[in-house]
């Protein structure tokens, strides 16, 4: 390091001492007799918290002068109170509002007249700023879902729109001070695809028994977090999830985190909370499939019928009302064995009922991922071919489903 660097680095360092210093120590011209006097006042810190102590030191220019100087601090039930020569003390009460409190002086002079100068010291109070675990006062309510995706509870939709996230806030402990949130909201289509997600910024906090200096605090944590939210007073107890649509069978997402833009610390991504609720959608639905066939058993096979390579089914689906997945079995009618849905004739095809077992929807519902389309399976259909004797047929088939 060249010696112009090191030189700078002390010229910083200096510099750093000196700022500190100044914020510990102020100076203030007292008028109080017919001699003027500068007196220098002294903290022994630059921030305070809730329960520390303060020590505050005055040094007089002239001692020989008769005026008595006593400090005082703005802050309610705080009295500094000497306990040397020119020394004094005072606690900062656990229920004190953070802030900025002056320190003023009160001279009485030898004629007994009073005086009060603000002056440029000043106590700076701050909350402590710890992160509390969520799971001591957070809820979500009157449901509880679950935190497993694939075991997400299943609720109507009015119980979903009534869900919120609850704040006990006498279950935050003592000394943790303000609660920054962020909730995020996910919406997972049955299909899987997934819906953008929404997000909300809350604040909470332990109560502080006095209903004004709760709201003092409130819009002081407000004002800290500017433009990010927009929080109303009844929101420190609870919070409506915001939902902005609920597609049938969809999973909701609830996650809950401490906002570290807002809390100054190490993210601990293990103090949170996610529960997920499924939309309870209609027990029947309707379908359209397409398929390619392939019959494996005709009950007239002497009879012959040219069958095509496709088959269309309008078909209905049983829905399970807990999970929201479809049952293996559907129901269907429509046109099969031909070559094109509108190709229907002598010979070419005909109109079926079905009754289809899917193997893969089986191995959805065992919590096996598999493309939800797809369909792979066994199908019985009593089959009706244009001017020929109608037949059971029972057939494999693959397809999509929409």
């Known amino acids: 390091m060249s010696k112009l660097k090191i030189f700078k680095c002390i010229l910083f360092f200096t510099a750093g001492i000196i700022n500190v210093q100044a914020q510990l120590k102020t100076s203030i011209l007292i008028q109080s007799t017919l001699e003027d006097e500068r007196i220098d006042i002294s903290i022994d810190k630059s921030v305070y918290f809730p329960g520390d102590t303060i020590l505050l030191t005055i040094q007089r220019n002239d001692s020989t002068t008769a005026a008595a100087v006593i400090p005082s601090l703005s802050i309610e039930g705080t009295i500094l109170k000497s306990i040397g020569r020119r020394k004094f003390a005072a606690f900062i009460p656990q229920t004190v509002t953070p802030g900025l409190y002056p320190i003023s002086l009160r001279v009485t002079d030898s004629e007994g007249r009073r005086f009060r100068y603000e002056t440029d010291c000043i106590i700076s109070v701050e909350e402590y700023q710890d992160v509390e675990q969520i799971s001591r006062y957070v809820s979500i309510i009157p449901e509880v879902g679950s935190n497993n995706i694939r075991t997400a509870v299943t609720l109507d939709r009015k119980e979903v729109r009534n869900l919120e996230v609850q704040f006990q806030r006498d279950s935050i402990r003592l000394h943790m001070g303000p609660q920054f949130l962020r909730i995020t909201t996910t919406i997972l289509l049955r299909e899987g695809l997934a819906v953008p997600s929404y997000e909300r910024r809350v604040v909470t906090y332990r109560s502080h028994g006095n209903p004004n200096k709760d709201r003092a605090m409130f819009i002081q944590y407000r004002t800290a977090y500017g433009p990010y939210a927009n929080i109303r007073p009844e929101e420190l107890e609870h919070v409506l999830v915001p939902v902005d649509s609920l597609p049938d069978w969809a999973i909701l997402g609830i996650h809950i985190e401490p ?144």
């Open 259 to 402: 906002d570290y833009a807002i809390k100054i610390g190490a993210v601990d991504r293990s103090n949170s909370m996610t529960q997920y609720f499924r939309v309870r959608g209609p027990a029947i639905e309707l379908g359209f499939s397409l398929a390619v066939p392939k019959v494996l058993y005709d009950t007239r096979a002497d009879d012959s019928t040219q069958y095509g390579s496709y088959s269309a089914m309008v078909r209905f689906y049983f829905i399970n009302s807990e999970t929201g997945n479809r049952f293996p079995v559907s129901a269907g009618i429509g046109v099969f064995g031909v070559n094109s849905p509108v190709d229907v004739g002598i010979g070419r095809g005909g109109f079926a009922l079905s009754m289809f077992l899917d193997l893969a929807e089986m191995v959805r519902i065992v919590n096996i991922d598999f493309t939800k389309k797809i369909n792979i399976g066994l199908e019985l259909a009593p089959f009706l071919p244009i001017e020929k004797k109608g037949r059971l047929l029972l057939v494999a088939q693959a397809g999509f489903s929409f």
